[in-house]
């Protein structure tokens, strides 16, 4: 069914395809400017740091647009807000030229004790007006709209009140803050939870969508697991592909992040969006390719 696409809410930019910073293809990367349109980084992985890391971010900013996703900033804990983070992550954005800066809908640990993973939150009126509230702090520190990811999940609380598509649009708007829409969590959560993925997408508010992600899975039977690795599978690119319709395209973002290949792989990979979506590469890009030939 045709539907008429909805007008972006912030006035960013749809930078095409692109993929993660990672380090084993970091001198890949900055030897021979491969044809990608842009690059996502971690943002914990560029703060604190110097030396070489910090030389290539340099380089890779000077000739791609970047992204910041982070995976720290807790937004749903009850711990104050770390405001030393949040000043190292506006940094961080400032000297990279951040696009935009993206984190989860999650909570990572508990009195100051993080536990390194995206731990889910439950969806009920108090913890939408917790979560509101801190992203509302942190949009006024960062001075821009934080953009939050709906996360991949393998257990509720008995306690949730609403559905985490409701949880999202509700938050959104309610913050004014953007979305990364991650089709393989709608489509991993959706198998884990049994709920209907073109239901969570008819759900979200596609004009606070700013960027998609895009990955493979484990699946091992009776769930799946959301571990970034290897081909996505058709059914995540046809929910991807629904999600183009609904938006006009948004910046797409392939991760791979487990048992990495070569980035040309990678960059295969990420390139079926073309074909499964009918994303055009920015002129812009097109553009600064040609410019880098001898």
Same mark, same amino acid.
């Given at each position: 069914? *045709? /539907?008429?696409?909805? *007008?972006?809410? &912030?006035?960013?930019?749809n930078l095409g395809v692109g993929v993660g910073l990672r380090t084993v293809h970091y001198t890949h990367v900055v030897e021979t400017l491969p044809e990608v349109d842009w690059f996502e980084i971690i943002s914990e992985? &560029?703060?604190?740091? @110097? @030396?070489?890391?910090?030389? $290539?971010?340099?380089? %890779? #900013? #000077? /000739?791609?647009?970047i992204v910041m +996703?982070?995976? =720290?900033? =807790?937004i749903g804990s009850v711990d104050p807000l770390d405001r030393d983070y949040l000043t190292k992550l506006a940094t961080l954005a400032q000297k990279s030229k951040a696009r935009w800066v993206s984190d989860h809908l999650c909570w990572t640990g508990v009195a100051h004790r993080n536990l390194h993973d995206l731990l889910p939150l439950p969806y009920t009126e108090d913890?939408?007006? +917790?979560?509101?509230?801190r992203i509302r702090q942190v949009q006024d520190i960062l001075e821009r709209p934080l953009v939050i990811e709906n996360p991949s999940s393998y257990a509720e609380f008995t306690s949730t009140t609403m559905s985490e598509w409701e949880f999202l649009a509700r938050m959104a708007e309610d913050a004014d803050c953007g979305l990364l829409l991650d089709v393989n969590n709608v489509f991993v959560s959706s198998f884990n939870h049994a709920f209907d993925p073109y239901e969570y !997408?008819? @759900? $979200?508010?596609?004009?606070?969508? %700013?960027? &998609?992600?895009?990955?493979? +899975?484990?699946? *091992?039977?009776? +769930? $799946?697991l959301d571990t970034h690795t290897g081909q996505a599978v058709e059914e995540v690119w046809r929910l991807c592909e629904r999600a183009c319709e609904l938006t006009g395209g948004? =910046? !797409? !973002?392939?991760?791979?992040?487990?048992? $990495?290949?070569?980035?040309? %792989? %990678?960059?295969?990979? #990420?390139?079926?969006? /073309?074909? &499964?979506t009918g994303m055009k590469r920015p002129v812009k890009t097109a553009q600064r390719l040609e410019s880098a030939q001898p």
């Open positions: 069914m *045709k /539907h008429t696409p909805a *007008k972006p809410r &912030f006035d960013l930019p992985n &560029f703060m604190d740091v @110097g @030396g070489r890391p910090q030389w $290539i971010l340099e380089q %890779v #900013a #000077a /000739h791609y647009p +996703h982070g995976v =720290s900033l =807790s913890c939408l007006r +917790h979560v509101v509230a !997408l008819a @759900g $979200i508010p596609m004009e606070r969508v %700013v960027q &998609f992600h895009v990955a493979g +899975h484990t699946h *091992k039977g009776t +769930h $799946i948004r =910046s !797409l !973002l392939y991760e791979w992040d487990e048992d $990495i290949p070569a980035l040309d %792989v %990678v960059v295969a990979e #990420a390139q079926k969006a /073309h074909a &499964f």
